[in-house]
């Protein structure tokens, strides 16, 4: 059914309850107003467990929840709004610490509430307290949060408070007091309108007795309504010293909008019931006390529970048959082999999204780790070698006289491997340590995830099995990665020909720049010039030969650490890859008996039973 038909069968089921105004006498109106609190309740529930309202199911739920009697009491800040409720309801627990403008809180009276709770509800969500007092001060702390402001003021949420009643079902709404901000005013147009629109709200009107009516706020948001409006006069203990203050009860009369007005006092109700009334004429009905006040908001309970049959009906008829639509899509009950397939599919599908997908959380942590291993690192290991060590090399030992290519690489080779043995002991134990450690933490995220039917036990284990893999593999890849650098570093770095036309330019560069500096000056006299050149170059032949090693052996590094680098990000990815095999395979290995279903699918199977459940017993009801 769409949205747009159930609006239309609506307004047919209006028509059809406002041809037939006369309530049936049929019907257990006490068990009834009881069977629609518990669903006003249940559907709270359940929208918090889906939180969605884009469903058809949804929809038809929320305009029966809209279309139940609530009791909102407005008026100005300071007015006795509270304390009339917590008088009404004999509740020490509904006391407010006085928010002024910030948010409603709901009073919900019922036989259910056999342990009351405190919450806020924000979006469906639902978050408990203590007490009012501890939830007021919550929303003090999160006025700025975004999830709740809406214009910039508290408005997107509610605090509930649940009352047990045995023989009351109920639920009052007290509104935010008005002041005189101006800053405030369209938050007062919008929430009052909000609240006093809907046809099903019964408004009281709190004033104080003591003050002019002509100042009050709230009657510039009520005076146009067509609902019905209490008038309450608070704090009138005060007529007794000023007896002047009881000529505002007149003045309240004459206002067009009011039908009715209940007189109540601050302290004790008797005070409210012993105000005289004989010499005053009033043109609206004027009744004292408390008790007054409740009879007749329980008979205009009655009133709109008696005109709401028809649309309760059709409403709960409708509602029941989306909802048996809801709960055959999740099954009545489950077949474990279709949860087994399921659990197979969905989780090799989440292992593969982890995985490859760019913007996923192991993506993002292994990139991170990649990124830090960088080439620049490994060739830093070169500034550990000095001139002097390999001047040193070359004076002592077997290199004094170095001969060939096969010599000189024997040199290099030296220092190379002492690099690279500096690469295996700092570098790839720490590189592994982070990779592994982001590998399980995604394998924890994976086993962990909303849906994950698999019992507690079998979730241990094959994070057990997937770890004890990870540090095998960990093992495997530094093996093979170790004997690469190795084979690396027996390459024949240093090619004869090659190294020798390098040799020649790094010896005599700097003879040459000295000839071209002195030969003008000593031109003819050869003895005087080698001397010169003797003199600027230095006396040590072996500076010259490690000079070319040391240039020799930068520019290898330079080229051999960036091989290095993309060895181990090859090794890594490589790893990374046969770890998720391992870890699809572990899934696919889950038998039936190893399964459970998802608690949150049953939590919305039993919400939605007892959304049926409640919507069947009224119909059976007023069938």
Not at 13 to 32: A, G
Not at 230 to 248: F, Q, R, S
Not at 270 to 278: G, Q
Not at 569 to 598: G, N, P
Request: hydrophobic residues 35%.
């Amino acid at each position: 059914m769409s949205e747009h038909n159930l609006k239309r069968k609506n307004r047919d089921s209006d028509s059809e309850s406002e041809k037939n105004k006369k309530p049936r006498m049929d019907i257990d109106y006490t068990s009834l107003q009881k069977q629609m609190n518990k669903l006003h309740e249940k559907i709270k529930s359940y929208s918090s467990i889906i939180n969605k309202g884009n469903t058809i199911s949804s929809v038809i739920l929320k305009e029966l929840q809209n279309s139940m009697h609530r009791v909102v009491v407005c008026g100005n800040q300071s007015s006795g709004k509270s304390a009339l409720i917590k008088n009404i309801t004999k509740s020490d627990r509904c006391v407010s610490t006085g928010l002024g403008t910030r948010c409603p809180i709901e009073y919900s009276i019922s036989p259910l509430h056999i342990e009351p709770k405190v919450y806020i509800g924000i979006r469906g969500a639902t978050k408990e307290f203590a007490n009012i007092t501890a939830a007021e001060e919550y929303i003090k702390s999160h006025l700025h949060d975004k999830e709740y402001i809406i214009d910039g003021k508290f408005f997107n949420g509610r605090i509930v408070q649940e009352v047990y009643d045995e023989n009351t079902a109920l639920n009052f709404i007290d509104l935010p007091g008005y002041n005189s901000d101006p800053t405030l005013s369209s938050y007062y147009d919008d929430f009052s309108k909000h609240y006093f629109e809907s046809p099903n709200t019964t408004i009281i009107h709190v004033m104080k007795g003591d003050t002019d009516p002509a100042i009050d706020m709230a009657i510039n948001h009520i005076k146009n309504t067509k609902n019905d409006v209490i008038t309450v006069l608070t704090h009138i203990d005060v007529w007794k010293y000023d007896k002047k203050k009881e000529e505002n009860l007149p003045l309240v009369c004459n206002l067009p909008h009011v039908k009715i007005v209940f007189l109540t006092s601050a302290e004790k109700d008797d005070i409210a019931t012993s105000i005289d009334l004989s010499n005053g004429h009033f043109t609206k009905p004027v009744k004292k006390g408390i008790e007054q006040l409740i009879n007749h908001i329980m008979q205009l309970t009655d009133i709109k529970l008696k005109e709401f049959v028809p649309k309760a009906k059709y409403l709960c008829s409708e509602a029941s048959k989306c909802l048996e639509d809801d709960l055959s899509n999740i099954g009545f009950s489950f077949d474990i082999k279709d949860i087994l397939i399921r659990f197979r599919l969905d989780m090799t599908k989440n292992i593969n999204k982890e995985f490859a997908a760019s913007g996923t959380d192991f993506s993002t942590e292994s990139n991170k780790i990649k990124s830090g291993m960088d080439s620049n690192i490994i060739k830093n290991f070169f500034k550990k070698i000095t001139m002097k060590d390999l001047v040193n090399e070359l004076k002592n030992g077997s290199r004094r006289q170095v001969k060939g290519s096969e010599g000189w690489n024997d040199v290099v080779v030296k220092y190379i491997k002492n690099m690279i043995e500096n690469v295996k002991k700092d570098i790839i134990p720490q590189f592994f340590k982070e990779y592994i450690h982001a590998l399980e933490k995604v394998t924890e995220s994976l086993l962990s995830k909303n849906y994950r039917p698999c019992t507690l036990e079998r979730e241990k284990e094959i994070l057990g099995e997937a770890k004890k893999y990870l540090y095998e593999l960990r093992g495997e890849f530094i093996k093979k990665l170790e004997h690469d650098l190795d084979m690396t570093s027996t390459d024949p770095y240093v090619h004869w020909e090659q190294y020798a036309t390098q040799y020649m330019i790094d010896t005599y560069t700097p003879f040459a720049k000295n000839m071209m500096e002195v030969k003008y000056v000593y031109e003819g006299d050869i003895t005087t010039l080698v001397a010169a050149v003797v003199k600027n170059m230095g006396t040590d032949p072996y500076t010259f030969k490690a000079t070319s090693a040391f240039n020799q052996i930068k520019n290898i590094w330079d080229v051999e650490s960036n091989s290095i680098n993309n060895q181990i990000i090859t090794h890594a990815s490589s790893m990374e890859r046969k770890y998720e095999d391992h870890l699809v395979t572990l899934i696919q290995r889950t038998e039936d008996f190893q399964l459970k279903e998802d608690e949150s699918v049953n939590v919305k199977r039993n919400a939605l039973k007892e959304l049926i459940d409640c919507c069947k017993n009224i119909i059976e009801t007023v069938k």
